[in-house]
């Protein structure tokens, strides 16, 4: 990728050869106007027009890569992005901050990081993300949207069923009990084909759009993004599809450093009620005298 340096002179010499280029049209016109039209030199104003005309088209997109178009992801952000993890990192072990909420506000960091890159970008003004773990007993893990909200509508369902995600049918549900390595990208949520599933009327609004990435095939966790606009998610997007890939190996690195996804039913029992043993009393009591 050029700098900003190489981008200005390659713009300079860019238009240094259309201004050339223009001078020689006009005044293969002129000569053509003042000694008449002939065979040569209307074969040459058309092949100079032809070029011409191609080098504003290029002339056209240099301007607006250079002037109008902004960077996708400025070098800003991505020190931000990994300023900020150090700092979730150093005050979770000065506060001795249990590890899940620590990991916990990792992933979500790395949620605020996509969605701001993700704001004009990709079709649409409200982004929601989701990391989901566990494919018994699906848990919405971290979350994040345009309003800044790191709590979605469904958590507190969640908490008081276990299964809820499984019973509405979540489409992440399918990702996280099925894994696959590549995304699975819904343009229309909308579609009566898909079945989508919406915890709310202005869910519904909300999301129209979703691409869902399962983020390791031994273990089930997957990250979830949403637009409030219609096919704002494609999968022939190349550089799309590499952010949303990189973020993802991000959050995975978080969830597997040190075990962490493999012990989350142990620590957070209460959340996975399936995990806890059943404790078989006998009918007969042993006296020991």
């Known amino acids: 990728m050029l700098n900003p340096i190489q981008r200005w002179i390659i713009f300079c010499v860019f238009c240094l050869a259309t201004m050339s280029f223009m001078s020689l049209e006009g005044f293969l016109i002129f000569a053509m106007v003042d000694k008449g039209f002939s065979g040569g030199s209307t074969v040459a104003a058309l092949m100079n027009t032809t070029v011409l005309g191609g080098l504003g088209f290029l002339f056209k997109r240099l301007v607006e890569d250079t002037f109008v178009k902004s960077e996708l992801l400025p070098m800003g952000r991505l020190h931000r992005l990994a300023t900020d993890r150090s700092g979730i990192i150093e005050d979770g072990r000065r506060s001795n901050r249990d590890v ?18 993700l704001q004009g970008w990709v079709p649409g003004s409200h982004f929601e993300l989701c990391v989901f773990v566990d494919a018994k007993e699906p848990l919405l893990f971290s979350y994040f949207d345009s309003n800044h909200d790191t709590v979605a509508r469904s958590m507190a369902f969640r908490e008081q069923n276990p299964r809820f995600y499984l019973d509405k049918g979540y489409e992440v549900t399918k990702v996280l009990s099925n894994p696959t390595s590549q995304p699975r990208v819904i343009g229309d949520t909308h579609d009566t084909k898909r079945s989508y599933s919406f915890t709310t009327d202005e869910q519904r609004k909300q999301i129209r759009s979703s691409v869902l990435l399962n983020l390791d095939l ?6 979830v993004l949403s637009s409030n606009v219609k ?4 999968d022939s997007d190349d550089k799309l599809m590499s952010f949303i890939r990189y973020t993802g190996e991000l959050i995975r690195s978080d969830l597997l450093d040190g075990g962490f996804i493999d012990g989350i039913r142990a620590m957070k029992p209460a959340l996975f009620p399936a995990s806890v043993p059943v404790i078989e009393h006998s009918a007969t009591t042993q006296i020991v005298v």
């Not at 909420?101 to 990792?106: D, F, G, I, Q, S």
């Not at 031994?218 to 990250?223: D, G, S, V």
């Not at 096919?231 to 494609?234: L, N, P, S, T, V």
Request: net charge positive; charged share 30%; proline share 4%.
């Open 100 to 117: 899940f909420e620590t990991r916990k506000a990792l992933v979500t960091n790395t949620l605020r990081f996509v969605e701001e890159t």
């Open 218 to 223: 031994a273990r089930p966790f997957a990250l």
């Open 231 to 234: 096919g704002a998610f494609k």
